[in-house]
């Protein structure tokens, strides 16, 4: 049914709190920010004032081209790569130099992100001690879990843009969209982990309850196809 009532607000609030919690200052004395692709330009505009503001010397923008949700329309999202769509965002932001920016352009998923990177980085003769990763808001947590298999010696912070639940959505990004992006991420951090894409991470009883919610109240555009959104290990009284 998609009901944007209260009771729907209120339970994706509850996810965007769990999947958010992660994130932190960037502050200074990082080596890199990884900037994921996706969708929402903000993260662009975001990584430029983290470079501006110290936060590290180098910029790594990563993502091919992406794919639209929803509709008929699956095409490409942006007439070239993710990566190089935001570092061009970044750029008109506030100037950056083009020696702070590498650009990885062949990443398809959040895995890919960051091993591509970490490859590019490390052929760039950039191997980090300290390393920031910002995507959208919501993606704080899977950004660190995957960061942790797929990116494991540098000590990670996620940074991001910020405004809360109520003032991401825009005429871009409905909130029905978000919704259900916040329960497939929920999806995600349980699937990836037992694929071994991704570390597993503690997720409560009530963050998968109103996950569950969300999905009978017709939030499930964003799910895996084929897996239930919690999977066996991860049922009720499990607290993981």
């Keep these: 049914m998609r009901e944007l009532d209260s009771t729907t607000h209120a339970l994706a609030e509850l996810l965007w709190d769990f999947h958010t919690h992660p994130a932190a200052d960037a502050g200074t004395g990082n080596d890199l920010v990884l900037v994921l692709g996706s969708h929402d330009l903000r993260v662009a505009d975001h990584a430029a004032r983290l470079w501006h503001a110290g936060a590290a010397p180098l910029l790594v923008f990563s993502g091919d081209r992406g794919r639209r949700t929803g509709g008929d329309d699956h095409g490409p999202r942006w007439p070239e790569s993710e990566a190089a769509t935001f570092a061009r965002a970044a750029r008109a932001s506030a100037p950056i130099p083009r020696d702070a920016v590498l ?56 940074s991001c843009f910020g405004g809360g639940y109520r003032a991401y959505t ?20 349980a699937v990836y982990a037992q694929r071994g894409w991704s570390a597993p991470v503690d997720i409560p009883d009530r963050v998968w309850q109103a996950g569950e919610r969300l999905c009978a109240r017709g939030f499930t555009g964003h799910l895996v196809p084929g897996e239930s959104l919690r999977p066996a290990q991860h049922g009720p009284g499990s607290g993981t």
């Design 170 to 189: 825009t005429p871009e990004h409905s909130p029905a969209e978000l919704i259900d992006f916040l329960v497939g991420d929920l999806q995600r951090l």
């Design 103 to 158: 650009l990885e352009t062949r990443a398809t998923n959040t895995a890919e992100n960051f091993h591509l990177a970490r490859d590019l980085a490390a052929t760039a003769g950039t191997r980090p001690r300290r390393a920031v990763a910002t995507a959208k808001p919501y993606m704080a947590r899977r950004a660190l879990a995957t960061a942790a298999v797929h990116w494991p010696g540098p000590h990670w912070t996620f």
